[in-house]
């Protein structure tokens, strides 16, 4: 038997990515709820200019790859339903072969129905003259308002335009509806072709992680180990769902640090928190380990506190539970703790009620995770925390951050920054951790590095 080479270990099987007919369901489960005087429309996320007349790396609108696949920008997609002559009509750049030597290769309108699935397409530069004949006689119109702002003036254009064509007998549709309300609410439940595409991305960035820790060495800088996490998740066909927070000592108490610029010295903690993005699926990934292989007294009796709270946490996520109970357990966890290391006094409830864990852990506990890193899907019906339910993803990410200079904190605790953060789908009977590809009790982290 031929053993795997190395290079082969890091890719999938075959190539993971959701069927055409689960984005043909989406539509069809959108349209069913918009109802049949409805209209939507979706237009694909516009292209960033870096500098000059240099672009920023393109990412497609998560609704409009959610609903269509399709990647390319100056894009628009149109559902229109129980329209007799279809009902996902894609508005597209025309294929160009001039341009498309310099820009690349593109669908156009054949391909957005030979391989998206669309009743029709046009070139986008008709856009003008279409529109606004099928947002005839609809009364509804789906859109999300306030994200991509030039557009939104083309849609009031395309209204007006037609309101005021009235005394012609021409019908204007009358009510805009917020498209995200239905659409974010499907894509906080995770299908199982998307929970595969999760576990993929959760695979790849563990792994980056576990090679940060293998890699790190006193005196390297925080940008060559980004540099590492960077390189496992390209030669994954991933890429960072946000900038990596690569953070030594101090540096790990600033929340959303980036310059990931300082040399990593012996005797700190490094704090990573890296998620790559697969097939435009996120994972969120925070382990914090000692640069030089061995975590000191304090930092590990930190350092277990935040890993007991991530793993009481976890545990109270199951069908049933509400959002915000992780939450409340992890504080309730990190609370109790800080007393029993002296960095609080007092009784356990009345600092909870007072927040006074606050000082040390800031931020709360989760969020969903989906297609943005911080996905979309409300938090709260109403005025309560909305239970969970099987195919949701959060993270879980307690963390305590006690900078330098600290005041009423022995000294031995200052100058560390902790998180710890997983993602974990909610199951039937409980939950999935997702990213357990990479340790994080302190004695396995430690073996680990020893063993590089
Ligand atoms: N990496 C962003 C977050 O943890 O929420
Ligand atoms: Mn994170
Ligand atoms: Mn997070």
């Not at 991305?201 to 980004?226: F, L, S, T």
């Not at 590492?228 to 990596?244: C, D």
């Not at 938090?379 to 005041?407: D, F, Q, S």
């Not at 902790?418 to 590809?437: F, Q, S, W, Y």
Request: overall charge neutral.
């Amino acid at each position: 038997m031929v053993r795997p080479s190395r290079s082969t270990e890091a890719r999938p099987a075959r190539a993971l990515t959701i069927a055409r007919e689960e984005f043909a369901r989406r539509r069809r489960q959108l349209m069913k709820s918009m109802g049949r005087d409805a209209i939507a429309i979706v237009p694909s996320a516009p292209v960033h200019l870096r500098n000059n007349d240099v672009e920023h790396a393109y990412r497609q609108d998560s609704n409009f790859h959610y609903l269509t696949g399709f990647r390319e920008p100056e894009s628009v997609a149109v559902l229109v339903p129980g329209r007799p002559q279809g009902e996902f009509l894609m508005f597209v750049r025309d294929r160009d072969p001039a341009r498309e030597t310099w820009d690349g290769r593109r669908a156009g309108p054949a391909g957005a129905c030979r391989d998206f699935g669309a009743d029709d397409a046009f070139p986008i530069g008709d856009i003008d003259e279409i529109l606004p004949g099928l947002l005839e006689n609809r009364a509804k119109v789906f859109y999300t308002v306030g994200v991509h702002r030039e557009f939104d003036q083309r849609v009031v254009g395309w209204v007006n335009g037609l309101r005021a064509l009235a005394k012609h007998g021409r019908h204007a549709p009358y009510e805009m509806v917020a498209l995200e309300h239905v659409l974010h609410e499907m894509r906080l439940f995770k299908s199982r072709g998307e929970i595969e595409l999760m576990r993929e991305a959760a695979r790849i960035a563990a792994r980056a992680h576990v090679r940060a820790m293998r890699r790190c060495r006193p005196g390297m800088h925080e940008y060559e180990i980004q540099a590492e996490i960077e390189y496992e998740f390209r030669r994954a066909r991933a890429e960072p769902s946000y900038l990596p927070i690569v953070g030594g000592g101090a540096n790990g108490c600033i929340l959303h640090y980036r310059e990931n610029e300082s040399v990593l010295r012996s005797g700190e903690l490094l704090l990573i928190d890296a998620g790559c993005e697969y097939e435009c699926y996120a994972s969120d990934i925070t382990r914090t380990f000692p640069i030089n292989g061995k975590f000191s007294k304090p930092q590990r009796a930190l350092y277990e506190l935040v890993v007991a709270a991530n793993l009481a946490a976890i545990a109270a996520v199951k069908p049933g539970n509400h959002w915000n109970a992780p939450h409340e357990v992890a504080v309730q966890v990190l609370t109790a703790g800080l007393v029993e290391l002296g960095l609080l006094k007092g009784k356990v409830p009345a600092l909870i009620k007072s927040q006074a864990y606050r000082r040390f852990y800031m931020h709360k506990t989760g969020h969903w995770l989906g297609m943005d890193v911080h996905d979309v899907g409300d938090y709260k019906i109403g005025a309560t925390w909305r239970a969970l339910e099987p195919g949701m993803v959060l993270t879980i990410e307690p963390g305590l951050y006690i900078p330098p200079g600290t005041r009423g904190v022995p000294p031995q605790f200052r100058n560390i920054g902790i998180r710890v953060e997983d993602d974990v789908l909610v199951t039937r009977d409980g939950h999935e951790v997702l990213t357990d590809g990479v340790p994080k009790d302190a004695a396995e982290i430690e073996a680990l590095m020893a063993a590089a």
